[in-house]
């Protein structure tokens, strides 16, 4: 396996990485997640809207992989918390796996009252006529200007499947996979296990929807990054952070779905956020890639890196004296304190 860092990332000292170069323009991001299942996707959604807030990107849209419906009120009242009213939402209807466990952080942070008060307030359900996610991003892609939207997906690939599939509509007459490859400059995706001798096994998001996941590998068009399960395995998220560094404290959103989902304290891998953070700012990460070559997912599920100079996809690495640092810089992105940390 071979460690590459990535656009110059040298790790300064144990605990930190360069700091990332200016980004004279939002990124347009779109994301695909599945809260519900994992309490990762609530801090790499976190981690976007602070980046929305600090001006580096510009989130187009969220598209819910989850077969939950009360996880489009989850998403919309989150987001609403941090002040990103009416975002566009899309849904999967009828997903080839129905993931029938609500999650339970989702009904129970939505049911937490403090004060006889909902710490979230979501203004919609199922019931406002969300669009399917890939109808979505067929709408998103089609008024982004060519080559600038990164795409992140987190979650079973069946929205992103979908997209693929679809035929020009009322929003472009390109088909889908057209419109990736003119809209889209990255694809950033949690999925998969790569060369690792302690990880090796089907990874989870992979399986869920098993033709999703084969179809996404095989067809989407440009250059794609998938962090594997082994490299958000080995960086932890701290629940220290959790517990004290969100506005409201062990009243915030965050705070109170984090002890929902498991009694705290613990530190949780960061599968979710290692896509994000490398999508948003790969030279600050203190994470590494492959060489270039092309990943294919197998009728098992086991996913397979076969080297190759002209191939679009890679996957993330991380070495062990860089974790620390790739650590605090999850904090500081998912906390928000990066405007004061890094003032330049």
């Known amino acids: 396996m071979k460690h590459i860092a990535l656009l110059g990332c040298l790790c300064l000292l144990a605990g930190g990485c360069s700091q990332p170069a200016e980004v004279p323009e939002?990124?347009?991001?779109?994301?695909?997640?599945?809260?519900?299942?994992?309490?990762?996707d609530v801090l790499a959604l976190q981690m976007l809207l602070n980046y929305h807030k600090e001006g580096r990107i510009d989130l187009r849209g969220i598209g819910i992989g989850k077969m939950y419906p009360r996880a489009i009120e989850y998403v919309d009242a989150y987001c609403r918390h941090n002040g990103l009213n009416d975002i566009p939402l899309g849904y999967v209807y009828d997903g080839?796996?129905?993931?029938p466990e609500a999650g339970d952080y989702v009904t129970g942070t939505l049911d937490t009252l403090i004060?006889?008060?909902?710490?979230?307030?979501?203004?919609?359900?199922i019931a406002d006529d969300i669009p399917e996610g890939y109808k979505l991003?067929?709408?998103l892609l089609a008024e982004a200007a060519d080559s600038s939207v990164v795409f992140i997906a987190v979650g079973p690939y069946t929205n992103v499947a979908r997209l693929l599939e679809s035929p020009g509509d009322e929003f472009s007459p390109l088909t889908g996979r057209e419109l990736a490859a003119r809209k889209v400059r990255l694809l950033s995706v949690m999925g998969g296990t790569y060369n690792d001798d302690v990880f090796n096994n089907p990874e989870w998001n992979v399986m869920q929807d098993l033709g999703a996941s084969r179809t996404l590998f095989a067809e989407w068009p440009t250059p794609l990054v998938a962090s594997g399960s082994e490299v958000g395995t080995r960086i932890l998220y701290p629940a220290s952070s959790v517990l004290r560094d969100f506005e409201g404290g062990e009243a915030a959103p965050l705070c109170v779905s984090y002890k929902i989902y498991k009694p705290m304290p613990y530190d949780r891998p960061t599968w979710d956020l290692t896509s994000v953070l490398y999508a948003i700012e790969p030279e600050g990460s203190c994470l590494g890639v492959s060489e270039p070559g092309t990943i294919t997912i197998a009728e098992d599920g086991y996913s397979r890196f076969t080297p190759d100079p002209a191939g679009r996809h890679r996957y993330m690495t991380i070495a062990p004296e860089d974790i620390p640092g790739a650590a605090a810089r999850l904090v500081e992105s998912c906390t928000g304190r990066r405007?004061?940390?890094?003032?330049?």
């Open 26 to 40: 939002p990124i347009p991001v779109i994301f695909d997640t599945d809260p519900g299942n994992d309490i990762d």
């Open 96 to 99: 080839a796996n129905p993931l």
């Open 115 to 125: 004060g006889g008060k909902p710490i979230l307030t979501p203004a919609r359900s």
């Open 137 to 139: 991003y067929r709408r």
């Open 339 to 344: 405007a004061e940390n890094n003032p330049n």
